[in-house]
Every structure is written in structure tokens, then in C-alpha cells.
């Protein structure tokens, strides 16, 4: 099973809004509504923002909205803030008894 | 409040064996499937294993089946993860997490780092 394919970075200036994309296959991403989306800091375990595409968490803020077209789904962070400089990693359910999950490569979002 | 403690982490030579255990508490653990989740250094996540709630089924990513085995003791809120044959391609932070179903993983551990090497 590969790796769901996201661009290794992305940027944004306090304020601004950035969109990370997450590009799998039919078998995973474009086949069900269950992406997920989580963030980690340098040093830090990953924590979930979003999953089953577009739902958030308890304590998640609104700025972190989620969505899917075909093959890709795709994080949204509005009102960027500085302690939303962190790598972001997209998953998918794969439907496979040997690989039941897949992660994305992972993107480094930076605020400029 | 929800913890996940990992335990069994360290330097191992290749070929030899490592035992984690990750200690739950503050959600109903006997309840919950759980997994194990490396990142490599400086590299991203990688599922690793399954196990459902009761222990009756497990799954394992290519990379470690016949090598690896997920467990779990119920009565004492803990996870396992016995790790044999290691490589150096094994080297990697595992993470405990709760599987709340379809590939959604909302409660993490802090990691332990495991180290293959000579």
C-alpha cells in the first residue's frame, strides 16, 4: 500500500488561509468518507484535527475545516496563527485486511 | 484525563527482540481497538498493527508480519507490542493509539524510541 501523496510544504502569512491536499487512490481516499487529519510539532505526538473528511474533534478550533473531491481530500486552515507552524499528515481508511490504514506523506506548514 | 503511557523502549541489536507496552487510562479501554503507529526519524507516520477489543483479532502491515505481535491484557488497561528479529529499518518512535474506528486515531501516547543498531 502506498503513501497518499501530499506536497512537502506550504506557507501562509498570520491571518491568511492554507490548503493542503492528500492524493490517494480510489481503494482508499476516493472510495470512502474517512480521512483524517492531524498535526504535530516538532517533538510532539500527532493529534487529530479532523476525521470522516470534514468532522472536528472536541477543542479543535474552526479554523481547521476539511473536504474531499474524488481521489484528494484536503485540510483548510483559515486565520493562520503562529502555533499552526506544524507537519500535517492526511489518513485514510484502505479497506485491505493487510493495510487497513494508509498515511499521507506529510506536509510542513510554515507561517510566515 | 486520557493517558497512554509507552514503556520498553531502548537500543537493541539487530536480530534481537524488544517488548513495548503502552498502560491506559481515563477512557474504557476493554472497549476500544488499539494500534501501533512508527515514524521513522525524520520520516512520517506508518501504521503498524491492530488489535480489536478483545484481543481476537489482529492485523499487521507487511513490513511486520511474522515478526511482530499485538496484545493486550484487558484487566490491566495495557497494550503490547512484542517486536522480534528487528532491523535497523525497525529504528522508529512507536506510538500507542486508540482506534475509534476507520482509520481515526484520537488518543496518542508520547512514543517510545526504539534504536536497532550494533
Known amino acids: 500500500q502506498s503513501a497518499l501523496t501530499q506536497p512537502p510544504s506550504a506557507s501562509g502569512s498570520p491571518g491568511q488561509s492554507v490548503t493542503i491536499s492528500c492524493t490517494g487512490t480510489s481503494s482508499d481516499v476516493g472510495g470512502y468518507n474517512y480521512v483524517s487529519w492531524y498535526q504535530q510539532h516538532p517533538g510532539k505526538a500527532p493529534k487529530l484535527m479532523i476525521y470522516?473528511?470534514?468532522k472536528r474533534p472536541s477543542g479543535v478550533p474552526d479554523r481547521f475545516s476539511g473536504s474531499k473531491s474524488g481521489n484528494t481530500a484536503s485540510l483548510t486552515v483559515s486565520g493562520l496563527q503562529a502555533e499552526d507552524e506544524a507537519d500535517y499528515y492526511c489518513s485514510s481508511y484502505a479497506d485491505s485486511n493487510n493495510f487497513p490504514y494508509v498515511f499521507g506523506t506529510g506536509t510542513k506548514v510554515t507561517v510566515l | 484525563e486520557v493517558q497512554l503511557v509507552e514503556s520498553g523502549g531502548g537500543l537493541v541489536q539487530p536480530g534481537g527482540s524488544l517488548r513495548l507496552s503502552c498502560a491506559a487510562s481515563g477512557f474504557t479501554f476493554s472497549s476500544s481497538w488499539m494500534d501501533w503507529v512508527r515514524q521513522a526519524p525524520g520520516k512520517g507516520l506508518v501504521w503498524v498493527s491492530r488489535i480489536n477489543s478483545d484481543g481476537s483479532g489482529t492485523t499487521y502491515a507487511d513490513s511486520v508480519k511474522g515478526r511482530f505481535t499485538i496484545s493486550r491484557d484487558n484487566a490491566k488497561n495495557t497494550l503490547f507490542l512484542q517486536m522480534n528479529s528487528l532491523t535497523a529499518e525497525d529504528t522508529a518512535v512507536y506510538y500507542c493509539?486508540?482506534?475509534?474506528?476507520?482509520?481515526?486515531?484520537?488518543?496518542w501516547g508520547q512514543g517510545a524510541l526504539v534504536t536497532v543498531s550494533s
Open positions: 493509539v486508540r482506534d475509534r474506528g476507520w482509520g481515526s486515531f484520537d488518543y
Open positions: 470522516e473528511v470534514n
